[in-house]
């Protein structure tokens, strides 16, 4: 029994106990809730109190900005703000003292402040206007004109009225009639004294002036000079050309005047007249100064060991044993006439000749392929030098052995007719060539007969 009593007050004791514990974590508990509470209403507080100080200093910030504009402009331009103050303090009396004059002689007042706004607006809408044509760089001279005429015609209004109203202290009537002045006369001062060029830039700009216009007809009168210069020389060269060639100028006015106007030049006229009058399509050069130039060399050969041109060596020759020095084109007399006794001096300003052929009557000429002898070079090039024969020892360009072989067989039909080829028949038989490679041609196959023992 007393056991059961004893366990019973333990489990008594155990229940109170734990009671008393699970009190303690509710208190607990609740205390922590009511500390975050506290914390987050703390916490919003502070950030409702910042929030409060960031909008009020914003709008601190914009009200200083806005008065830092106004600051900022007075500041940046003082002449501007003190002229608008200026205007405001006479404006205002201005009108008001007309106002007062029209309403002393019986004038209702709206009547009179339309009459006052329109004097004084009239002086500065003209002052405006005058400004606005400074800085397009129009004349201004009329505006400013009229905006003094209206200001003076508002200040005697003032002045009358301002004697009639204060007789005791006439001053008074000066102070209104200059409130209709003042300010016209700062504005016009602002807008166009600041503008206008000092004496100094004024004699800058007339001296700069002057010395272009000096300059410029300076120009003018070296380029008429030179004009006329080269139209003298012009006219004296066709003159020299009239005296010189009287048939090639006559010709050479033909064309021009068969021609368009300004469509044919000159020159180009000049060098088909002389083609057609002289044959020859290079001016300056006749038929009777290459007939001249072929027998120096003619007489220069005989002499020397150079060969002499087969042209010249008279008709009935049975054979032409040495390379010619000219180059007779088969088509007759053109451009190409002797190709080498152009002088290069002469023919390059009328570009009568600017590439010669590289083949004739079907054979390649001799030296085309060879610098040396004037023909191309690597790229297409011409290489430099006349395209005379080769000289002694040089063996020239291989013959072709279809021109060998038909060489041959003209040489065999001669042989049995008792007849031996000579240069010419190889030139007509081949269609023409250059004599040098014609004479090897022959020389080869004659020298071919002869190791054979045929004649």
Not at 423 to 433: A, F, I, P
């Amino acid at each position: 029994m007393s056991t059961d009593v004893n366990d019973w007050r333990a489990s008594r004791r155990a229940d109170r106990l734990a009671d008393r514990e699970a009190n303690r974590e509710d208190l607990k508990a609740t205390a922590e809730e009511r500390r975050k509470d506290a914390d987050a209403a703390r916490r919003r507080a502070a950030a409702e109190r910042r929030e409060a100080e960031e909008r009020k200093a914003k709008r601190r910030a914009a009200r200083a900005a806005k008065w830092g504009k106004v600051t900022g402009w007075v500041t940046d331009n003082p002449a501007r703000a003190f002229v608008r103050l200026v205007q405001a303090c006479s404006i205002v009396p201005a009108v008001i003292s007309q106002v007062t004059a029209l309403g002393n002689a019986s004038v209702e007042l709206l009547l009179a402040a339309l009459l006052a706004t329109m004097l004084e607006g009239t002086a500065w809408a003209l002052v405006a206007m005058g400004a606005a044509a400074e800085r397009e760089g129009k004349p201004a001279r009329v505006y400013r004109v009229g905006a003094w005429l209206a200001g003076a015609v508002a200040a005697a209004i003032n002045l009358a009225h301002g004697l009639d109203a204060y007789k005791a202290h006439p001053w008074v009537a000066v102070v209104l009639a200059l409130s209709s002045l003042v300010a016209v006369w700062l504005t016009d001062l602002q807008t166009h004294a600041g503008h206008r060029p000092t004496r100094a830039e004024r004699r800058r700009v007339a001296a700069e002036k002057k010395a272009a216009e000096e300059k410029a007809a300076a120009e003018l009168a070296a380029a008429e000079e030179k004009a006329k210069a080269e139209q003298a020389a012009i006219e004296a060269h066709r003159e020299r050309r009239k005296e010189h060639e009287p048939e090639v100028f006559e010709l050479t006015q033909r064309l021009l005047s068969a021609a368009p106007l300004g469509k044919l030049d000159e020159d180009d006229a000049w060098r088909t007249a002389w083609e057609y009058v002289k044959g020859i399509g290079t001016p300056g050069l006749t038929a009777e100064m290459l007939a001249g130039r072929n027998a120096a060399r003619a007489r220069v050969a005989e002499h020397s060991a150079l060969p002499a041109p087969v042209d010249l060596l008279g008709p009935g020759r049975p054979e032409d044993p040495f390379p010619a020095l000219t180059l007779p084109l088969l088509s007759g007399p053109s451009d190409s006439v002797y190709v080498d006794t152009v002088p290069e001096a002469l023919a390059a300003p009328w570009r009568a000749i600017s590439e010669e052929p590289e083949t004739l009557g079907g054979i390649e000429r001799e030296g085309s392929d060879d610098p040396a002898q004037g023909g191309v070079e690597e790229g297409g090039k011409k290489a430099p030098g006349k395209t005379s024969a080769p000289a002694a020892g040089n063996t020239g360009k291989a013959l072709d052995p279809e021109h060998l072989a038909k060489v041959r067989d003209l040489a065999d039909l001669f042989a049995s007719a008792n007849r031996t080829i000579s240069t010419s028949d190889v030139k007509k038989l081949l269609g023409g060539g250059r004599n040098e490679y014609l004479v090897r041609l022959r020389q080869q196959v004659e020298a071919e007969r002869a190791e054979r023992g045929e004649q």
